[in-house]
């Protein structure tokens, strides 16, 4: 099969498409025939074994990359099942969690998979794990948004930026989107009441003050965020602004802590979504709003699994629309 490989921690143009070896399925596991993948953030942390501390954790290989095969999120369809495996079978339509996404065939476990709504395309359908599953948490989850709230979404026009400002609108929030211009209407279109562009305006520095933050972007000093929140407001710090590649975003997260414990504010990391801890619920929770008509993925920018070294760079540049998918099959 084609795959997309990554021997060595590198940039993007250190991956190769190479045939190798189809995935089997094993016990409990799920063989997936990939029509789409998402690109996200992860990917190129991953691809550069960035930040170095991380490696020492065990998750992306200490001296080489522990996957071969670059990719987590897809959707497509069952191809086999393993042994014990219950609820899927060969044709079912899926998307979520998929180790070696980046490949015409991938496999995972079944709790890590779910069935993709009927409306969705393959490359829709690829877009929500991650990115959706983290806007969920962060929105939901962590900062429990109530009816009438005023949430501001930092980096609105991203992967997690637009699917967070759908939930928190469905959620009844009066939502503020913080974008580049050439995506405010974009952002405006999905629920948001207010947009501003980062560019022209920045919300740290203006008297409206929020009873949620979610900062996808990480370029505002904690001490300015806290300025633009409520006296009893929270801030859900989604992992941007890494300070540097030997520890990434420890320091912020340590910072984030420290200031926690002595304001009646309340400050909350959010790392995205993966298929390390749970995520059966949130996958059908998230899936569950697209069907009742209530989150829809927007799909930026497509490309063939040839170009993934491309795509991946262009999520990394950090100005990409919506999520990136790259067209398997």
């Given amino acids: 099969m084609k795959a997309v490989v990554q021997e060595r921690f590198g940039p993007p143009d250190s ?26 953030p992860y990917d190129w942390h991953m691809l550069r074994g960035d930040p170095y ?5 065990g998750g992306m290989g200490l001296t080489r990359p522990k996957s071969r095969v670059a990719g987590i999120d897809a959707a497509g369809v069952v191809e086999r099942v393993g042994a014990g495996v219950r609820g899927l079978s060969p044709g079912d339509r899926v998307l979520g969690f998929c180790p070696g996404a980046f490949a015409e065939f991938a496999c995972t476990v079944a709790p890590l998979l779910v069935p993709v709504p009927a ?13 959706a599953v983290t806007a969920l948490r962060g929105i939901r989850t962590v900062g429990r948004v109530r009816s009438g709230q005023r949430v501001l979404v930092n980096g609105a ?17 009066e939502v503020t989107g913080v974008c580049s211009a050439g ?6 279109s999905l629920g948001a009441a207010h947009v501003l562009d980062y560019a022209r305006e920045d919300f740290t520095r203006q008297r409206e003050r929020y009873d949620v933050i979610l900062d996808n972007v990480g370029n505002h000093p904690l001490g300015r965020l806290r300025r633009a929140l409520a006296p009893a407001g929270v801030l859900v710090a989604n992992g941007g ?15 984030l802590a420290a200031v926690n414990a002595v304001t009646r504010q309340r400050l909350r990391p959010i790392m995205p979504a993966t298929p390390d801890g749970p995520a059966r619920e949130d996958l059908l929770a998230v899936t569950s709003l697209v069907e009742a008509g209530q989150l829809t993925p927007v799909v930026g920018r497509t490309f063939a699994l040839a170009g993934t070294a491309e795509a991946v760079r262009h999520v990394e540049e950090g100005h990409a629309c919506g999520k990136t998918v790259i067209t398997v099959s």
Avoid: K, W, Y
């Avoid at 501390?53 to 954790?57: K, N």
């Avoid at 026009?157 to 929030?173: E, H, K, P, R, S």
């Fill in 15 to 40: 991956l190769r498409l190479r045939d190798v070896d189809e995935p089997s399925a094993g016990a409990g596991q799920v063989l997936v025939r990939v029509h789409a993948a998402a690109v996200n």
């Fill in 53 to 57: 501390a991380a490696r020492l954790l």
């Fill in 119 to 131: 409306d969705l395309t393959f490359e829709q359908a690829a877009a929500l794990p991650m990115a």
């Fill in 157 to 173: 026009g991203g992967g997690v930026g637009t699917f967070a400002v759908q939930i928190a609108a469905v959620l009844d929030a």
């Fill in 183 to 188: 995506n405010t209407d974009l952002v405006r």
């Fill in 241 to 255: 602004g890494s300070p540097g590649r030997v520890f990434g975003a420890i320091g912020a997260m340590l910072e």
